[in-house]
C-alpha cells in the first residue's frame, strides 16, 4: 500500500484533497458514455463550428498523409482530406466512398476506379496517376517519412525502385484517368484493412519524379504546410502556422453539401480546455481523463466516449537505426540488452494504480501490444506481466544486478552502478506525478531511474531525442494510436521507424511476416499468429504496454450529428452541424 499512497499524495498536489479522497472512495468500474449526441434539432444554415486540439504545443502543419507524423496533423487532415476508399466499422475497405474496388480471385491485385464528380479544391479531376504519385512518394529512395510499410513494400517492383534500380514501379499500372491497379507480391489480409488509397495532388504539390523539386523541398513545401488542398468536404482558407486553422464548406463535396459553412480548429492547451468548453469557446475537444471529473459537471457540455484503439507504453532502448542499411539493429551492449531487467522493470510498475487514481477508471492495465478494439485478435487470456515486485527483485537478482553497497539501489553485474534515464513527455496535470510513480516503482525494486536532462521535454524535444536514439535516454514513455491494420509490422517490424525500442529477432520477423500472408486471410489462422506474437512480446519485452484507455469527448449541446459510433452515418465530419 505504500506506493499507492505516495501517488495518492501526488494527486493531492495536482487536484487538490477532497477531489483525491473522492477518487480513494469512489468509483471502482468505468462510466458508461453514450456514443452519439442527444440534440436532434435541424442544423443551422450557416452553421460555424469551433473545434479544439488539445496540447501543450503548437501542432506541426505537415499536411499531407505521407510525410505527418503529429496526431494534430491528422485531425486537421481528416476535415479536407480523405482517402479513396472507405472502411467500415471492422475496419475493412468498401465500395462506399470516392472510389470503388476489385480484389483479383488470387487476392495479389486490387483495382480502383474513381467516381465521377471527384474534384480536388482546385477544380482538377482527382486522377488515378495521383493515387500512383503517394505511392512514388512513399517508395522513393529519398523518402524520410515513417510510412513505408508493408503494404506498400509488399508490391511488385517496389524494392527495385526503392533502391532506385527503376524510375518505375512495376507493379502499379495506370489504365485510364480513372483507373489504377496495384499487384502486390503476395496476397494478404492486410490489402483489406491497410491499402493505401489516399491520392497526392501532384498538379499542385510539385512532380519529385520530374526533377520539380526535390523530396525535402517538397516536405517543406508552402503547398504542404501553408496552403495543402484535399478532396474532403471543407476547404483550408487560412492556416496560422501552429496555432489554428480556418475552413470552409466544399460545395462541390462529391457526397453532397456539408452540413457546416465553416470549422475553427485551434490549439487549446490542457490546462483551459474546461474553461473553453465552460465558455463555450470551443464546442468540441478531447477531454484529458484527469480533467473528467471537472468536464462531467457541465451543463453545456455532453461527454461521449468509447475504448479508443491506442495505448500508452514504456519503450526500452535496445538497438539504434541503421541508416545505411534503412533497418533496426539491436546493440548487445545496451543497458536493457538483458531481457530479464526488462521483464522485472514491467513487473515493477503499479499500472493499475495509476489508472484507478489518476485517470478515474478511464483507463485500465494494459497486457499486450495488440488493443482490445481488435476483438478477434486480441489475446484476452495474456495477461502480460502482472504488478509484482517481489517477482521483479527475483529477475534482478538472477540477472546479477545486486545491490552491492547498501545505498538501496543495485549495481550492474560489473560492481558498476547502475543508472537509467528516463524520457517522459510534458502536458496536462498528471505527467509529471506518473512519471514520478514510475521512478518511484523501479526504486522499490532497487533500480535508479533519473529524468532525461532532469525534466520533462514537450512533444517536439521529446520525439528528436527518441527518434536519434539519443544516448541521454534508456527508457522513454509514448502513445501509440493503432489506425485500422491489427499488422503490427509498421511499429515493429525490422525496417519500421516507428520501432523506437529498435528490437529485432528473427521470430519477431517470421511472426509478422505470417501474419500478412495469404494463409493469414483464414481469420482463425491469422488469430493464432498474432496470438503467438502477442507472447513473445511478453517474453522478450521490448516495451511496457501500460494503460489502455477510453477517449473522451466533450461536446457542446448546440452540437447535432456528432457520433463516435463507426455504425453510424454520423460518424462523418461532412454529416456534423450545429442549432441555434
Known sequence: M????????LIFVVAGCSEAQSRVQGETEPPVFPLEVSNQDKPIEDGEMIVALVSSDPFEGTLSRPFYSGSFDAEIMNWFDEALLSTDSDFEITNDGAATYELSDDKRTITLRIKEGVY?????PVLASDLLYAYELLGHPDYAGERYTFTVENIEGMDDYHAGRTKKISGIQVHDERT???TFKTASPSIMTGFWSVPVPRHHVGDVTAGELTMEELESSEKIRITPIGFGPYIIVKIVPGESVLLERNEDYWRGRPQLQSVVLKTVNEA????????????LAKVPADQYETVKKLDNIELLGDLDLAYSYIGFKIGKWDDEKKENRMDPKSKLANKLVRQAMWHAMDNESVGTYLYHHLRFPATTL?????????DAKNLGRPYDPEKARALLDEAGYIDKNGDGFREDPAGKPFILHFASMAGGDVAEPIAKYYIQNWADVGLKVELTDGRLHDFNAFYEL???DDPKVDIFQGAWGTGSDPDPSGLYGRKALFNYSRYTSERNDALLEAGTSKQAFDTEKRREIYKEWQALMVEDVPLVPTLYRYELIGVNTRVVNYSIDANSENRHVWKWGVSA
Open 2 to 9: 505504500q506506493k499507492k499512497w505516495m501517488l495518492i499524495l
Open 120 to 124: 480536388w479544391h482546385d477544380g482538377e
Open 180 to 182: 489504377i491497379s496495384v
Open 272 to 283: 483551459i480546455v474546461v474553461e473553453s468548453l465552460k465558455k463555450g469557446d470551443v464546442d
Open 370 to 378: 495488440i488493443v482490445p478494439g481488435f476483438e478477434s485478435y486480441h
Open 466 to 468: 527518441v527518434k536519434s
